[in-house]
Every structure is written in C-alpha cells, then in structure tokens.
C-alpha cells in the first residue's frame, strides 16, 4: 500500500505530460500531493480488511462500494474522472462498463491479503466489477493484483513477466525507451498497466522504479501507483521513504494503512519464512546470477526480521535421555539429565577443502545426507553470529545436500549491518 501512495504522490505533480520525461528529477516538490489514487487505493484496502479472508464476492462488491463513497465524500476534489464522480455521490451506484485505469490503481491490497494467486484474481476482479466491469478494467486489476503476489512470493521478475503475458496476453517485451518518445495521456488500462510493469521489470529498486514509470509521461500518478504497488512486493520500500509517505498523508488515511500492514505481518507470520528461502535458492538456481543473489539476500534478510529459524545438526555420542527416563516417558514430562552431553556441530567441506556450518531449511532436508543425530532449530541471527567468530569456517551452507546457497562471512556481515541499522 505505501507502494502505491509513494507513487501516486511522486508522480502527481508530473501527470498530463507536465515533466520532462526523465528520470532525474526531485523525488518530493511542494506540488507533491496525494490523488483519488491514493484514496481509493485506502478505500480499498479498509474494505478488505473489514470484510475479512472468507468474504464471498457479494460481501466483496458491497464493502468496496461502501468504503470507496465514504472515502470520496471525506475527499472529494482530489481529481476523480466525471463518471466516477457520479459513481461516488449515486444514491443506487452501478457500473458503467468503463476500463479505466483506476481498477489497477486501487487494488494493491488484495495482492497482500491472501494466500492463493487464484483468490487474489478473484478478489481483485470484484474490486473492478462494481465500477470497472469492461472486460480490459477486470483485466488491468487482475494484472496488477497478480504481479504483487507473485513479486510478495518470491518470484523472479521474468517468472511474473511470463505469467501475465501467458494469462492476460499484454505486450511486455518493449523498452521504456520505446515506449517514452511516442507515449502520452491516456487513462486506460490498456494503455497504463503494460507500460507500469515495465517500469517495474526495468527497475534495479524502488526509487528506480517510480521513476521510470513517471518518466513515461502522461497520467504519471497512476502509472507510480501501480509501478509503485509491485515495487514494493518486489524490492521492498526503504524506512525513509515510508517516513515521507506518511508525513503526506493524513492521520485517517495512516489509522487504515497501519491496520493493513499489521493484517499482512500476522498474514505473513502463519507461512514457513524458509519455504521462502527454498524458493530464493530454487530462483538463483533458474538465474544463476546477481539479481538471484541479491533476492535471496533479501529474503534471508526478511527471515532474519521475522525471527526466522533454521536447522543445526549436532553430533553426540551419546543420547540426551537414559534407557530409563526414555521407557518411561509421557507427554509433557520434564527431565533433568543425569550425565553430560557433549555436542558437536557439523560442518561440510566444499570442492576446495574449506569448511561451511551446514544448515538446513527442514528436517527433510537434513536427513538428505547429515550425520547429526541431535537437531535443534536456531534464530537465524545467532547462527550468524556464530559463525562471524569462528575461524576454522568460511560461512554457512543452506540444505548443502541438495539445491544450496553457500553464505560467506562478508555476505554475513553485510546481513548483520544492514538488519542492525533497520533495526536503530
């Protein structure tokens, strides 16, 4: 969601061909304001939440409808197009078969909110059907709704770019630099949401992203809305920028932000942090180069803040539990050991000789080929820091017995740094 706003903010000044078409411009003016895409992109969002995960699409359609005229009647001249206008004081409101962009603009939040990419499409298309219900505004929120959970997931940028030109038939495989020279106002979808997910797909982060969506030209804000909304899923948005997004808004529009981004964290928290991490391991392995790098990075990173674990193997010769407390045991009996236990951790060596601490992402993975007989699940962050002090090793290898990702100490500590300075 702060996806979205930052681009419609950044991007607001510039629409209808007011800047220059280029990237190098000053990220905030005082011209920097947000729009009707941020509101309804709010709007959007608390109806959601309200209505919570099971909602059927009736419940959908009703909460949009309700939450999207209260939002418009507490804001009603940030720059609505004159059927939506209508659409937002109707007494009875239905929808008028328009394939505008602002079903893509608005629909950020049902790309976060659920668990399954075929949901997400069916929320998303209710989200558009009470006011976008031309088949290209059903379209337009799909996409858009489906590049953020694909890029949320763990997707590589070309496995999001097959996907939609397989699902929806856009034309993804021109540049910006195409696109820029000939491109101006036009507030369809057909013509907004192909060229967003270029500006995103061409980006090397977030603040390139929205700028390369607003150099296009043309209805900028909406273009840095959506480019911006799969940004975020992707790349992730920096504390500052999250600071100067908020400063922008105002305190109602931050109450429903706040809740949405809580709903996402518990949302996030019930799935398996290194089922992620598989995933970026399965991508370096399909890419094999530094952009895989650089996602595994980062979801490692994001295991880490969410007090992610992964399996240590141990070596012990001898057992935790006598013969006599293991016959004799019940569920949720305590023991005191009677004898010491002396642990070992295991290490694996690569081609070359040198040491790693093998960890792994499951007991599965583990029994591939570890010959510790003890596991314990560890926080991520004290592994390590383990290891940053133990010179006998050059780093760890995640699941080392089948598709792994070698983690040097100057990967570590670049780990280390960046997690402790988020965390100041």
């Known amino acids: 969601m702060y996806g979205a706003i930052l681009g419609d903010i950044i991007g607001s000044p510039f629409e209808f061909d007011r800047g220059d078409k280029t990237k190098d411009f000053n990220l905030f003016n005082r011209n920097s304001y947000f729009t009707d895409d941020s509101v309804m992109t709010i709007a959007v969002g608390e109806a959601l939440l309200k209505v ?87 379209k337009g929120a799909e996409v858009t709704a489906s590049a953020i959970y694909l890029a949320r997931t763990g997707s590589s940028k070309e496995e999001i770019k097959t996907y939609i030109e397989k699902e929806f038939h856009y034309d993804l495989n021109r540049t910006l630099d195409e696109i820029r020279p000939s491109y101006h106002m036009d507030e369809s979808c057909q013509r907004t949401v192909p060229e967003a997910i270029i500006a995103f797909l ?8 929205i700028r390369n969506a607003v150099s296009l030209g043309g209805d900028t804000d909406t273009l840095g809305a959506i480019t911006g909304s799969i940004a975020e899923a992707y790349f992730g948005i920096s504390e500052t920028l999250i600071s100067e997004c908020r400063n922008r808004i105002n305190k109602n529009m931050r109450d429903v932000v706040d809740a949405f981004y809580s709903s996402v964290r518990h949302h996030n928290d019930s799935l398996n942090t290194n089922q992620m991490i598989e995933k970026a391991i399965d991508q370096y392995y399909v890419h094999n180069d530094k952009e895989g790098i650089i996602l595994f990075m980062d979801m490692l990173l994001n295991a880490i803040k969410q007090g992610g674990e992964l399996v240590v193997p141990y070596i012990t010769k001898n057992s935790f539990l006598s013969k006599k407390q293991i016959n004799s045991i019940n569920i949720g009996d305590t023991f005191t050991l009677d004898h010491d236990v002396k642990l070992k951790m295991e290490t694996v060596k690569d081609a070359s000789g040198k040491e790693w ?68």
């Open 52 to 138: 919570g995960q099971d909602a059927t699409v009736k419940e959908i359609e009703e909460a949009v409808i309700s939450s999207m005229q209260s939002w418009g009647k507490r804001y009603p001249h940030k720059g609505y197009g004159g059927y939506f206008s209508r659409w937002l004081t109707a007494r009875h409101p239905k929808p008028y078969n328009s394939f505008g962009n602002g079903s893509a603009m608005r629909v950020s939040a049902a790309g976060w909110l659920y668990s399954s990419i075929g949901r997400t499409r069916a929320v998303a298309k209710a989200t558009a059907n009470v006011t976008h219900n031309h088949l290209e505004g059903i």
């Open 202 to 209: 061409e980006a090397k982060d977030f603040e390139d992203a």
């Open 357 to 424: 601490l093998g960890v792994f992402t499951s007991s599965d993975e583990m029994h591939k080929g570890s010959s510790g007989n003890v596991q314990i699940n560890q926080a991520i962050l004290s592994i390590l820091k383990l290891v940053l002090n133990w010179e006998e090793i050059n780093g760890i290898v995640i699941n080392p017995f089948g598709k792994y990702m070698q983690v040097s100490k100057a990967m570590i500590l670049l780990l280390i740094s960046i997690y402790e300075e988020n965390e100041k």
